[in-house]
């Protein structure tokens, strides 16, 4: 109600300029005598203007606007009457004020109104016909004689007649522009609620959501996707979509599913730089004609997925290694051992004859590579099928600061080993285990770092790890307390083709190594309930991290166990 009123009088002021320049266009065809009619114009404008200010001063501080309203629609009609009498009476031309009157009142009030207004209005003017002919003000202003009574009542009647019909009228048409309204309201608030749900629900996807247009140009990308790639949706939007997932969309399109949706994985760095697999899928975006108008990206990080596929792989490699383990070891070990008593015998007895030197040099060299293949035998025993553990607490502290010192001892000066763990950090597990494993890392680092060089040795209280670019918002998976231990060395690194064989049985890139020594630092970490990842630098230098669990977390799961 309020917007009309304020409507209303716009309109009033534009009428009251319209009038104005009639009257001046009326007076100045005027003669002597005219005066007092010029007066009364002047003076109805003035009021009109001034009435329109008092509204507009009024309309916010007025609770009852109707009120407010039907004053106008009164103060209108009094103010056009008043034109009429200045202007001629019955022959004004001003009469035809009083419809936009009745169109306002329609506007303002529905059907009622209208026809209030139309009676107001009729009533109006034939008051105002009545004090024209009175006043004889007509012919002040226009120097011309009275029409007849009979003839001012037709034409009366005939405004009167205008004036129900443009009430029937308007009242009927604002009436359908009322319902018209309601509709778009009630459209535009139901489009407003589906707007409002298809962002929320997008903003909850747990999957990168990006729309292209058809020039691969970013159009929208939801907070998972900002998550996922690092980048901000600012920063994104506008730019090609082969820019911010690169390889995105290669291949789209090709086949038959790329029209309707194909999913696969691709290679992705992240804003962190972290190396990251994203699973995609890419669908066609169309238009309500069904004209396709661009692309829908849904991706996923599944990093952690596909280090858990590795991991499997790696564990049904491993199941296949120990059960060929177990079923030739065995059947190794006693050959080498009767070889190996047999060449000892035939050593003694060549041993009495000082003429075969060259004879004893080889059984020598027999019974050497017997004992390293029988050697071999046992770490290939001993990762196949590891003892059982013994768990109990083992003081981590004490334990590393033994391994340095052994270890320091061993190196050459120019090569400087740095141990920093709490004192009281303890670990549950089996203590023979857990020194194998730690001296399997530090000598694993001892031979990959160079001269001069620098070990890490650091353990502290930390969460599980994740594995490097899984997507972790903190780093770290929440509700699993123990110890975190940091073997980094500043040597050449880890080829990155290398990085996902470096726990293989059997894989290693030194000279003379068996290949088992990460393989069974693995196991192990893995029978205790631990975790293991390996870093590498672009720079050069590696970090293996180790997660134990702590003795609080090992007793829990013997009580449910039990």
């Known amino acids: 109600?309020?917007?009309?009123?304020?409507?209303?009088?716009?309109?009033?002021?534009?009428?009251?300029?319209?009038?104005?320049?009639?009257?001046?266009?009326?007076?100045?065809?005027?003669?002597?005598?005219?005066?007092?009619?010029?007066?009364?114009?002047?003076?109805?404008?003035?009021?009109?203007?001034?009435?329109?200010?008092?509204?507009?001063?009024?309309?916010?501080?007025?609770?009852?606007?109707?009120?407010?309203?039907?004053?106008?629609?009164?103060?209108?009609?009094?103010?056009?009457?008043?034109?009429?009498?200045?202007?001629?009476?019955?022959?004004?031309?001003?009469?035809?004020?009083?419809?936009?009157?009745?169109?306002?009142?329609?506007?303002?009030?529905g059907r009622g109104g209208a026809y209030l207004a139309a009676g107001l209005s009729s009533g109006s003017h034939a008051l105002g016909i009545g004090i024209a002919r009175g006043l004889g003000a007509s012919v002040a202003l226009r120097g011309a004689e009275p029409v007849a009574t009979e003839l001012a009542l037709a034409l009366w009647g005939l405004h009167s007649g205008a004036l129900l019909l443009v009430a029937l009228l308007a009242s009927t048409l604002a009436r359908e522009l009322r319902v018209a309204g309601e509709h778009l309201d009630a459209r535009t608030s139901a489009l407003e609620t589906l707007r409002s749900l298809h962002e929320r629900t997008v903003e909850c996807l747990t999957s990168g959501l990006a729309t292209i247009d058809g020039e691969g140009c970013v159009t929208s990308f939801n907070r998972e996707a900002e998550h996922i790639t690092g980048r901000s949706r600012e920063d994104v939007l506008g730019r090609p979509l082969q820019d911010v997932l690169p390889g995105a969309l290669d291949g789209i399109g090709e086949s038959p599913a790329g029209?309707?949706?194909?999913?696969?994985?691709?290679?992705?760095?992240?804003?962190?730089?972290?190396?990251?697999?994203?699973?995609?899928?890419?669908?066609?975006?169309?238009?309500?004609?069904?004209?396709?108008?661009?692309?829908?990206?849904?991706?996923?990080?599944?990093?952690?997925?596909?280090?858990?596929?590795?991991?499997?792989?790696?564990?049904?490699?491993?199941?296949?290694?120990?059960?060929?383990?177990?079923?030739?070891?065995?059947?190794?070990?006693?050959?080498?051992?009767?070889?190996?008593?047999?060449?000892?015998?035939?050593?003694?007895?060549?041993?009495?004859?000082?003429?075969?030197?060259?004879?004893?040099?080889?059984?020598?060299?027999?019974?050497?590579?017997?004992d390293r293949l029988d050697a071999l035998l046992t770490d290939f025993l001993q990762y196949a099928r590891p003892a059982p553990a013994k768990q109990e607490a083992v003081a981590l502290d004490a334990l590393i600061h033994e391994i340095a010192e052994m270890c320091q001892a061993a190196l050459p000066d120019a090569i400087h080993l740095e141990v920093q763990v709490p004192e009281g950090l303890c670990v549950e597990g089996d203590p023979t285990q857990v020194r194998q494993v730690l001296w399997n890392l530090v000598s694993n680092a001892q031979q990959a770092v160079g001269e001069p060089g620098r070990i890490r040795l650091h353990a502290a209280p930390g969460g599980r790890p994740q594995e490097p670019g899984a997507g972790s918002r903190n780093g770290t998976e929440e509700g699993s307390p123990g110890v975190c231990i940091r073997v980094e060395d500043d040597g050449p690194g880890i080829a990155p083709e290398n990085l996902e064989r470096i726990f293989d049985p059997f894989f290693t890139t030194k000279v003379g190594g068996t290949g088992l020594g990460l393989a069974t630092v693995h196991r192990i970490v893995e029978s205790h309930g631990g975790a293991i990842a390996v870093e590498s630098g672009r720079s050069g230098g590696s970090t293996f991290r180790v997660w134990w669990p702590a003795p609080a977390m090992a007793a829990g799961r013997e009580e449910e166990s039990g």
């Open 1 to 109: 109600m309020s917007s009309r009123i304020a409507r209303l009088m716009a309109a009033r002021v534009v009428v009251a300029v319209g009038v104005l320049g009639i009257a001046l266009v009326v007076i100045g065809a005027g003669h002597e005598g005219a005066a007092a009619a010029e007066r009364g114009l002047y003076a109805t404008m003035a009021a009109a203007f001034v009435s329109t200010v008092a509204f507009a001063l009024l309309l916010p501080r007025v609770r009852e606007v109707r009120r407010l309203g039907l004053a106008q629609l009164a103060l209108d009609a009094g103010l056009v009457t008043a034109l009429v009498v200045f202007s001629g009476g019955s022959e004004s031309i001003f009469g035809f004020l009083y419809l936009p009157i009745v169109v306002y009142g329609a506007l303002l009030f």
């Open 259 to 370: 029209a309707g949706g194909q999913r696969r994985r691709v290679h992705f760095e992240g804003a962190d730089g972290e190396p990251r697999h994203l699973g995609l899928a890419a669908s066609t975006l169309r238009d309500a004609e069904g004209v396709e108008n661009g692309r829908v990206v849904i991706f996923q990080d599944v990093t952690r997925v596909v280090a858990m596929e590795r991991d499997l792989a790696r564990t049904q490699r491993l199941a296949g290694v120990g059960q060929l383990a177990a079923d030739m070891a065995h059947e190794i070990r006693n050959p080498l051992a009767a070889i190996s008593g047999s060449v000892e015998i035939l050593r003694q007895s060549l041993g009495e004859r000082p003429e075969l030197p060259e004879g004893r040099r080889l059984m020598d060299i027999v019974l050497r590579e017997i």
